[in-house]
């Protein structure tokens, strides 16, 4: 099965724009794509889910081009307490079966 | 209730013992999945639940391990004669079907000594 792929790490400052892309070739018809956030000694925590388009919520938008072969993450004007690891989650590649993989860890600097 | 509740929060056991550990799912969440997190690893998964549907099994990583769910609510993952690979914090979420949106718990750290 095809992984994810994610950068593996990210450095930003506050108040500034983040996105995290993530690329995901064999995703299939059916398929959502979860982003999940997770900091130290805690459980992750689900941020966003998209089909198509673009979804945003209070904490964060998702865009995802028409072929969704890839997914970006972006959260607005980032603060100290958005330092974490961001996973993107796809079913048909391996899903909630596989190791989500390393993540994406976000550093935000003051 | 709220959100999945897991207990204990830590455990420290002795290399060869064996350790239960409870995860309570929200209200209503047909699915549960058992994951493990070494220290600066991603998660794996270990097992999964759906409703009354046979479980998932395929993650576990030896016949050490086993999970059972009751009444379709409560499971208890049970990890017999510990080695100290098996330390690691166990994390369980649950959801409404297979939606991928999953709501973890805060994990159960296993300290094998």
């Known amino acids: 099965l095809a992984k994810t792929t994610q950068p593996i790490s990210m450095d930003s400052y506050e108040g500034q724009e983040v996105n995290i892309t993530c690329s995901h070739n064999n995703i299939a018809t059916n398929d959502y794509i979860t982003w999940y956030q997770q900091f130290p000694s805690q459980g992750p925590r689900f941020i966003i889910q998209?089909?198509?388009t673009k979804v945003t919520n209070e904490v964060a938008s998702l865009f995802i081009p028409a072929d969704r072969k890839s997914s970006t993450l972006s959260l607005p004007r980032v603060s100290l307490s958005d330092t974490a690891v961001y996973y993107c989650?796809?079913?048909?590649?391996?899903?909630?079966?596989?190791?989500f993989g390393a993540g994406t860890r976000l550093f935000v600097k003051a | 209730g709220a959100g999945v509740s897991q207990s204990p929060s830590n455990k420290v056991t002795e290399k060869g013992k064996d350790v239960e550990l409870r995860c309570d799912p929200i209200s209503g969440h047909t699915a549960l999945y058992w994951y493990r997190q070494s220290l600066g690893q991603g998660l794996e998964f270990l097992i999964y639940f759906q409703g009354n549907s046979a479980p998932d099994k395929s993650g576990l990583p030896s016949d050490r391990f086993s999970a059972e769910r009751t009444g379709g609510s409560v499971s208890t993952l049970t990890i017999q004669r510990t080695q100290q690979e098996d330390s690691a914090v166990y994390l369980c979420?649950?959801?409404?079907?297979?939606?991928?949106?999953?709501?973890f718990g805060s994990g159960t750290r296993l300290t094998v000594v």
């Open positions: 998209g089909y198509k």
């Open positions: 989650l796809v079913p048909s590649t391996g899903g909630f079966k596989t190791i």
């Open positions: 979420a649950s959801s409404l079907a297979e939606t991928g949106a999953y709501t």
